[in-house]
């Protein structure tokens, strides 16, 4: 069934992205992603919509790995930091919804944690002043590696193949 969307009005902006931080609070991404959608209809260059848009989308990984939409959402984003951190948030979420599958590729998801914390790395190094949002996820990540034996082992395995080329 195809059916026409209707159009919010540019004045609703404001509360309807206030609307889609609840949904992703109440765990409703699929409810937080239009919204945000029916937002970028009208402002295209929302970065505010963007970045929920993006968020809805990775807290879907554990349903249906939608890597690829929220890369296409990340491609539309401004600036450095932003790039370089939201990429380290798909790839994070990636690893993270991999590992609640009944048999997770190790050395799939400890890559993955690895690519994030480079990325995260990069967004450290040109971040507004004051923000140390890179720092704290770059700190999950190791905390996860670190709290995982089986992850680490492959880390390791994957860091050294890397330096051996």
């Given amino acids: 069934m195809e059916f026409e969307l209707k159009s919010i009005s540019q004045d609703a902006i404001p509360e309807a992205l206030e609307r889609a931080h609840r949904y992703r609070l109440l765990n409703e991404p699929w409810q937080a992603e ?11 260059a929302n970065k505010t919509a963007l970045i929920t848009l993006l968020l809805a989308l990775t807290d879907q990984f554990d349903e249906q790995p939608i890597k690829s939409r929220a890369r296409e959402v990340l ?14 948030i798909i790839l994070e979420r990636c690893a993270r919804a991999h590992m609640k599958q009944t048999r ?11 690519d994030a914390m480079d990325c995260y790395e990069k967004a450290q190094a040109v971040r507004p ?10 700190n999950t990540c190791a ?23």
């Avoid at 239009?34 to 295209?44: K, T, W, Y």
């Avoid at 995982?148 to 492959?154: I, W, Y």
Wanted: charged share 30%; glycine share 4%.
């Fill in 34 to 44: 239009s919204i945000c959608l029916d937002v970028l209809r009208i402002e295209p």
């Fill in 75 to 88: 491609a539309c984003l401004e600036g450095e930091y932003d790039r370089a951190y939201y990429s380290g």
């Fill in 104 to 114: 997770p590729e190790l050395s799939f998801i400890a890559e993955q944690f690895l």
């Fill in 129 to 138: 002043p004051g923000n140390d949002e890179s720092i704290l996820r770059w």
């Fill in 143 to 165: 905390r996860t590696l670190m709290r995982h034996p089986e992850l680490r082992l492959r880390a390791k395995e994957t860091l050294e193949a890397v330096l051996d080329d």
